[in-house]
């Protein structure tokens, strides 16, 4: 008896394939490292601003505006939820390097809160220890599609601007 392919057999497919073209992630994990430390910069001036904001606030409300320098510490991923979740989907050393964060499987932009948790896993991955940092950057090294470990996670990927 001779096997006929199902007609709907191309629709499913097994194994892992990427979901945009990879000429879309070519050389993005370089660019993405140029650009966290071009953004290093960028939430070092968000979070001078955000001093002087601070304390300013703080003088004209005879100090009980100081209580929101409990936010200093989070400034990165309030910048990262701000420029990411924003509409042009990139922080400025992203837009610099020429990429923006999206859902791979339809292009759309990243909302605020998953821009904040996806920068979130990020700087955990950096913080806490050597290895975990390591595995998130290895795993990127190993995909065809270049998406890190928190990428995953989260289902986002970084791409470049066509």
Do not use: K, N
Not at 50 to 67: D, E, K, Q, S
Not at 85 to 107: D, F, I, N, Y
Request: aromatic share 12%.
């Amino acid at each position: 008896m001779r096997e006929t392919q199902s007609p709907y057999a191309d629709r499913f497919q097994t194994g892992y394939a990427p979901q945009f073209p990879v000429p879309y992630v070519r050389g993005s994990l370089g660019a993405r490292f140029v650009a966290y430390l071009l953004d290093i910069l960028f939430i070092f001036g968000f979070t001078a601003f955000l001093t002087l904001a601070i304390t300013v606030i703080g003088v004209l409300t005879f100090g009980l505006g100081w209580t929101l320098f409990a936010i200093l510490p989070a400034s990165g991923i309030l910048y990262s939820a701000i420029t990411v979740g924003g509409s042009r989907q990139s922080t400025w050393g992203m837009r610099m390097m020429g990429l923006r964060v999206v859902t791979p499987e339809t292009g759309a932009r990243v909302d605020y809160l998953t821009a904040a948790i996806h920068a979130l896993l990020f700087y955990v991955a950096v913080a806490s220890a050597f290895l975990l940092w390591m595995l998130d950057v290895g795993i990127g090294l190993v995909r065809a599609d270049r998406r890190l470990g928190h990428d995953l996670l989260l289902g986002l990927a970084v791409v470049r601007v066509a």
